[in-house]
Structures are given as C-alpha cells and as structure tokens.
C-alpha cells in the first residue's frame, strides 16, 4: 500500500515538472523567434535607409557631372538611377509597417521631404543644361541651399539609423534574455525529473532487503509506474524527443544568427575601410587589406582592368607576415575569366607571385580566383593565397562584399577619368562622409608592381 501511495505521487510530481518544462520551453522558443525577428528587422531597416541614402549620393555625382559635361551618358546614368530612386516611396512604406515610434517617423518624413527637394533642383539643373545654361546649372548644383539640403537629408537618414538601431538592439536583448531564462527555467525542471527518477529507482532498491532478487525484479517489471514502465511509456519518450529537438533548433538558429553576423560586420568593415579611398590604386589595397584581415588569409591581390590595354592586371595587394611581393599580370585570371567560374589550386605553383621572404608558416599553399561580374561584363578579378581551405560562408564575404563595393570603384573610374579630363567635380563629392579608417591598409606586405 506505502509504494503505491509513493509511487502515485512520484508519478504525479514528474507530469507535472515534465509539462512544467515543455511550458519553459515553449516560451523560451516563443523569445527566440522574437529575437530574431528584431535582428532580421535591424538588417531590413538599415538595408532600406543605406538604399535611400546611396540613391541620393548617385543622384548628386550624376547632376553634378552632366551639369560641368554635358556628356548625354551622364543624364541617362542619371535617368537610370531615378528608375531605382522612385522606388523610395515603397521603401518608405516598408519602414513605416516595421512600426515606426514618433521621432522615427518625424526624421523619415523630414528626410523624404528634403530629398524631394534636392531631386526638384536637381531637374531643373538638367533643364537648364538641354537649354544651354550649363553654367547656371552648375551653379545651382553647388550653392549653398543644394548643399544645406543634402546634408540635412543625410543627418537625418543617420540619425533615424541610430535610433531605429537602438530601439531594435534593445528589443533583440530583451527577447534573447527571456529565452535564456525560459531555457534555464526548462533545464532546471529536467534536472528535477531526474532527480525524482534517481529517488524511485533508489526507493525500489531499498526493498530488496525485504524481497528476494528475482521477485524484486518481477515486480518492478510487473508494477504500472514501475521506472522501467515510465522509460518504456511512449508520450514520454515523445516529450523527452520535444525536448531535445527544441534544444537543437536553438543551437541551430543561433549559430545562423551568428553567421549572418559575422557576414554584415565584415561587408560593414570593408565599406568602411573602402569608401574614403579617392584613388581607384587605394581602394584596391584597401580591399585587399580588409579582405586579407578578415579570412586571416596568406596573400589577396585585386585585378583590375587597365583603361588603355584593357587587361586585368594587379592593382594591390596584402600579404600576412611576408615583407616583398611581386606582382605580375597572372595567366589564371586569363583562365579564371574564359571559364566564368571561382577557380581553386590546393598547391601553389612554383614560383607563383615571386614571394621571396617571410615567416615559413605564413608562405600560402591553396590558391582561390573569384571573378566579378555584373551581367556579362568583367568587372573584376580577387587573388586569395590561403592557407587552409576557405569556408562557405568566407567565401560568400569576398563575393557579396565585393560587389557591394563595385559601384563605388566605377564612380572612382568615372571620376577619375573625368578628372584627368579636367571636367569632373572633386572625387570628395562621392564619398558618404564615415570616418577613414586609421589602421595600415597593407600590413606588413611591401607591393612592388612589374
């Protein structure tokens, strides 16, 4: 009579903590999905503003240089991104549906007037050009209300980037701490199941002074709440496997979370790194620097295309603890562009890019050759020496935020080339105005170019 009384209560007290902590669980998957919906939205909203504000900066280069040319390519260019631009107003909405607090959508409203005022003169400049006043257009273009209204329109952007950051940031950390505790609060009540388990298994092995071994054993087996009963009871198995899998979802989100992370603060590091460079030579070593820092890589060369021969030579480099490099137009990116396709050597060849010192365990053994392109035209090629195999998501860093860079490298060829021409505005005009970034850009790699 004492066992089964002992028995019905112990049974009792594990239904009750084994749904006690499916309820933990629940909640703690419920945050879960809660914190990633915040870090899914911070991505979202700071994708949408940084489109708003590189479309006004595109807007301005293009005015500006059909203003000081004449050039027709630059009012298609220009036309081209109004295309892109007039889809501001969806973008607008989408920021507004997130759930926008009052001084958000104060600063939105703000900068969505003010861009629609530098688009205004920005139009009559163009007319004014067709009309052969460029000189009034380049005036209008560069005085001080145009100017005022663009900054004014990127301080906004900026600020409404901070706040929303903020907001969101916080609802991410609120969210992530009550699944933390409803994961513990669940862990907690698992422990205390099998505590109660080790207490009737430790209850039953008491008897055994009383009862014979093999009658001890028929009994257990025989008995309804027996411990071997609640093991072999099916919807606790199913439970104690809810369990388990919710477990594995959680590592498996957050390790996602954690990859989509590290890729946007390394395309954030590389435009940082990138964007204040006014030589198409300097951003290409800073390429190479924050892609060589970030994948911890042996040698990175960026290839681009010569303006006079138009073939893809070395434009600069970073090595890791190697003091000379030579650099030399390579017949694997002639390979590497026929064929249209990353291109992977898991040996270096003899001799390849002449590394003539160095540290013994920083000297590359794989090679990986990544072309960029944009429809059917070869932008670029990127040389990356390794010295362990990249990863998959390594990999996707050097194509994503490469290409994210493209634009700016054409605006620099653009500006550039018009510059030499003594017809395009300063190459300042096209930068977004975020602090150079203060480290070395080529480590300790001395680039000599052949």
Not at 220 to 249: C, K, M, W, Y
Request: proline content about 4%.
């Amino acid at each position: 009579m004492l066992i089964r009384l002992i028995n019905h209560r112990l049974t009792i007290a594990l239904t009750v903590c084994s749904l006690a902590a499916l309820a933990s669980l629940g909640v703690a998957e419920h945050f879960r999905t809660a914190e990633e919906q915040a870090v899914a939205d911070g991505y979202r909203a700071r994708a949408l503003s940084d489109s708003l504000l590189h479309g006004l900066i595109a807007l301005r280069s293009d005015a500006r240089a059909y203003a000081v040319t004449g050039n027709e390519w630059y009012r298609g260019a220009y036309q081209a991104e109004l295309k892109q631009t007039n889809l501001r107003d969806q973008a607008l909405e989408d920021l507004r549906a997130m759930g926008l607090v009052p001084a958000e959508e104060e600063l939105l409203l703000r900068e969505h007037q003010l861009a629609s005022r530098v688009m205004l003169l920005e139009r009559q400049a163009i007319g004014m050009v067709r009309d052969r006043a460029q000189q009034t257009a380049m005036t209008l273009l560069y005085d001080e209300e145009y100017e005022r209204s663009i900054t004014e329109a990127q301080d906004a952007l900026e600020q409404f980037n901070t706040m929303i950051s903020e907001r969101l940031a916080l609802r991410e950390r609120q969210a992530r701490n009550a699944a933390d505790y409803g994961l513990l609060g669940a862990l907690a009540l698992g422990a205390i199941n099998m505590a109660l388990l080790l207490l009737a298994t430790l209850f039953f092995y008491r008897q055994q002074v009383i009862r014979p071994m093999t009658e001890l054993l028929e009994d257990i087996a025989a008995t309804e709440h027996s411990p071997t009963a609640l093991f072999r009871n099916r919807h606790l198995s199913n439970e104690i496997g809810d369990v388990v899998r919710a477990v594995q979802r959680y590592h498996t989100a957050a390790q996602e979370v954690k990859d989509l992370r590290w890729l946007a603060d390394g395309k954030a590091s590389l435009l940082a790194r990138c964007q204040e460079a006014q030589t198409i030579p300097v951003f290409a070593e800073r390429l190479a620097s924050g892609l060589g820092r970030t994948l911890d890589c042996g040698v990175v060369v960026i290839h681009l295309q010569a303006e006079k021969t138009k073939r893809f030579q070395p434009a600069g480099a970073f090595g890791k603890a190697l003091e000379t490099i030579a650099l030399q137009e390579s017949p694997l990116v002639r390979q590497c562009l026929q064929d249209g396709q990353d291109l992977y050597l898991e040996n270096l060849p003899d001799g390849y890019m002449q590394i003539t010192s160095g540290t013994g365990d920083c000297v590359p053994r794989g090679l990986y050759l990544f072309p960029l392109k944009r429809g059917r035209k070869d932008l670029a090629v990127i040389e990356v020496a390794v010295l362990q195999p990249l990863t998959g998501l390594q990999k996707t860093l050097v194509r994503d935020g490469a290409l994210s860079l493209l634009p700016l490298l054409e605006r620099l060829s653009v500006a550039q080339a018009g510059a030499q021409a003594g017809l395009s505005p300063p190459l300042n005009e096209i930068r977004q105005g975020v602090p150079p970034d203060a480290g070395p850009v080529t480590g300790s790699a001395q680039m000599i170019r052949q």
